[in-house]
């Protein structure tokens, strides 16, 4: 990407992870199946590419404006934010992420604290989310070893449209027939508490030690703040709009202080003179020029730092 050309909105294309709860099959998101069992998706991350451009860290390294006052003080090449598709065919492991002061001594890292929208959910899919009532750390490790902890968490059916907000320290599984795009802080710290007997290490100290042991009680609230425009999540770490386009145009103001993140999960259309689709993920630079999204029925996924100014926009 041409630095003359930073101001504007520009498309993050995604890196493939393979997982063994993963699928070759991801349409309608990618059109091509995967040779491999793809679990995820990764878009945000340092070594994504930006379309017509570098890595989306080494455009960072050389515009380090683009994020502007959404820019992390210890990691400021780094987008602090990293958006996932996630693919299930089978359970993921058990487990949990660290806050931002443990992540920060033990792995130089931040922490994890994520958000899940639920784009498809298979008949009886299901997550789960904290315990069903309050255990003692004793009880987590040996529930953890012999495989009892799956029975102590509280699981509960999912379907399309469904927002779950996980914060660092809670404990939490995903089940089997799930798309979920997944928000959160840039981290890749996961500890396994209990994995189905797979051939995969465990983390049970760390684990452990930053292990939430009550229920989960997490819950948000969803909020209208217009046409077309729903508050998810104002959290510390991030924002999450809803954005729904019915034949309708979506105009952003420019000039915002801080960088946002547009994920569309479902429609076409067109960003200025761009096209964009399903599965795509955009980044707003900080100050970038007004924008107006096209699209008949397009709906978006609207993410940007916690603790910042509100986007001005309209839909309509």
Request: glycine share 8%; proline share 7%.
């Amino acid at each position: 990407m041409k630095a003359s050309n930073w101001r504007s909105p520009f498309r993050i294309l995604p890196t493939f992870k393979e997982r063994v709860w993963g699928t070759t099959e991801l349409s309608p998101w990618f059109s091509q199946p995967q040779l491999q069992a793809t679990g995820e998706a990764w878009f945000t991350a340092a070594d994504n590419p930006v379309c017509d451009g570098p890595s989306l860290g080494e455009l960072l390294r050389r515009h380090s404006d683009i994020l502007g006052t959404g820019a992390s003080p210890d990691f400021p090449s780094l987008c602090p934010l990293l958006v996932k598709l996630l693919f299930t065919t089978g359970k993921l492991s058990i487990q949990v992420h660290p806050p931002d002061d443990y992540a920060r001594e033990h792995h130089h890292s931040l922490g994890k604290t994520e958000a899940w929208y639920v784009l498809k959910a298979e008949p009886g899919a299901q997550i789960a989310l904290g315990f069903k009532e309050r255990i003692s750390p004793e009880r987590l490790r040996t529930a953890a070893a012999s495989g009892e902890i799956e029975s102590l968490l509280n699981w509960r059916a999912v379907q399309a449209g469904d927002f779950i907000f996980v914060p660092a320290g809670t404990v939490h599984a995903i089940g089997a027939g799930l798309t979920i795009c997944e928000i959160q802080q840039s981290s890749d710290i996961t500890y396994r508490l209990y994995d189905y007997g797979r051939p995969r290490e465990l983390h049970l100290e760390d684990g452990c030690r930053v292990a939430n042991l009550e229920p989960y009680s997490a819950y948000t609230e969803i909020r209208q703040i217009g046409p077309g425009r729903r508050i998810l999540i104002e959290s510390t770490y991030f924002c999450i709009e809803h954005l729904r386009q019915k034949e309708q145009r979506i105009r952003i103001s420019g000039s915002l202080p801080h960088y946002m993140l547009l994920v569309c999960i479902h429609g076409q259309g067109a960003i200025g003179e761009r096209i964009f689709g399903e599965g795509q993920v955009w980044l707003v630079p900080a100050c970038s020029v007004p924008l107006a999204i096209e699209s008949g029925d397009a709906e978006w996924l609207l993410a940007y730092p916690g603790r910042e100014s509100l986007p001005a926009i309209s839909v309509g």
